[in-house]
């Protein structure tokens, strides 16, 4: 516990005033609304969500203007609230494969039953600056067309058909670990690592996932399908003991797609990596497929010699949340400690200055 110097009660109280005034800005200028952040900075609402594992919109819209849009301090202050919400059970896993489909392309087939879905997408733009949004007005309505009848199976269902790719692992029913309430624990099974991913900070996701490209754990991935869309979720009251439905949430997934050469009891196959965020987040799923394929590196068999494949480093070092407290802690009082360290220096300084006069 850090205690604050003389008058430092007052001080602080002021720096929260002067912090309120600096998160409104010019009083002249609008003040930015709630709706406006959820409905118009979408991406980084589902980036909030994602790493403060909620799913709660107007949520995570608010922090992030009580952060003056400070990303982990968002995360930090959905997190912290998340903590005072009761909990009464688990929702029954959900079905991605029927999901409502806003978006869905897959790098590995051109075409594909239910067809490709670009969907929005700054894959095509240009990167130039739109200097007509600083004037306003209206968007031009998007086109529109009828939903293609006809299912969407998942890409890698169509490889498993013909035994191309590793089978999804069986359901042991088994209960599941929550790492929001228990320690991670080494070695952490695959569930519990992905729950770490999901959580895990996209830059810091997105860079081990580049350096498994790079050749730090190289695994070859292909983009077999990446969804988004709408799921339903389902939960079964112990009164009831079937399912009912509690409402949909938007998810992106991301199946990636990765060779494998084999073994002695198993032929060549494809291998699977695996991504799953809120909302639209296309590149936090991605880079969390290619990194939970490298920390399967030791169960395929494969020498775990990256940074990537080993999940003590990447699950001790990727939720932003403990880094920020631990590097930002530094500003706080560390008088005692400095003028401690301060004293040995001068002493040893002392002792080397002695020796040479001796000399």
């Known amino acids: 516990m850090y205690v604050a110097v003389k008058g430092g009660e007052a001080a602080i109280a002021n720096a929260h005033r002067l912090l309120a ?8 200028v609008p003040d930015l609304s709630v709706a406006q952040i959820a409905g118009q900075m979408s991406l980084l609402v589902d980036r909030v969500m994602t790493e403060g594992s909620l799913y709660d919109r107007d949520l995570a819209a608010l922090a992030l203007k009580q952060a003056r849009g400070d990303l982990i301090e968002a995360v930090f202050l959905v997190r912290a609230y998340r903590t005072t919400l009761a909990r ?5 896993p959900v079905e991605t ?11 590995t087939f051109k075409d594909l039953p239910g ?4 969907g929005p997408t700054f894959d095509y733009t240009h990167r130039l600056i739109d200097f007509a949004l600083a004037a306003g007005g209206a968007v031009p309505p998007a086109a529109e067309a009828e939903a293609e009848p006809g299912a969407a199976p998942r890409v890698t269902d169509l490889l498993g058909q013909d035994g191309l790719i590793e089978p999804s692992p069986a359901d042991a029913g088994e ?4 790492l929001t309430r228990e320690p991670v624990g080494f070695p952490a099974d695959r569930a519990v690592r992905l729950q770490a991913l999901a959580r895990g900070d996209e830059g810091f996701v997105l860079a081990l996932g580049y350096s498994t490209q790079r050749g730090y754990g190289r695994t070859h991935p292909f983009v077999g399908e990446i969804r988004v869309g709408e799921v339903e979720v389902e939960f079964v009251p112990e009164e009831l003991g079937f399912p009912v439905p509690l409402g949909s949430v938007a998810l992106t997934e991301c199946q990636m797609v990765n060779q494998f050469k084999g073994s002695a009891g198993t032929p060549p196959q494809f291998t699977r990596g695996y991504g799953l965020a809120f909302g639209q987040s296309e590149r936090k799923a991605m880079a969390m497929a290619l990194v939970d394929r490298a920390l399967r590196a030791e169960e395929l068999g494969e020498p775990v010699a990256s ?6 480093f990447v699950l001790a070092h990727c939720d932003a949340l403990q880094a920020t407290g631990f590097v930002e802690h530094l500003k706080l009082p560390h008088y005692v400690d400095f ?13 080397h200055a002695a020796r040479e006069a001796a000399e």
């Open 21 to 28: 005034q600096e998160r409104r800005g010019n009083p002249a």
């Open 339 to 351: 003028q401690a360290e301060l004293e040995l220096v001068r002493r040893m300084r002392a002792e």
């Open 115 to 118: 067809g490709q879905v670009l």
């Open 97 to 107: 494969g029927a999901m409502t489909l806003r978006r869905r392309i897959s790098a």
């Open 307 to 312: 940074p990537a494949q080993d999940q003590e």
């Open 88 to 92: 009464f059970g688990a929702a029954e």
């Open 175 to 178: 209960p599941v670990g929550d």
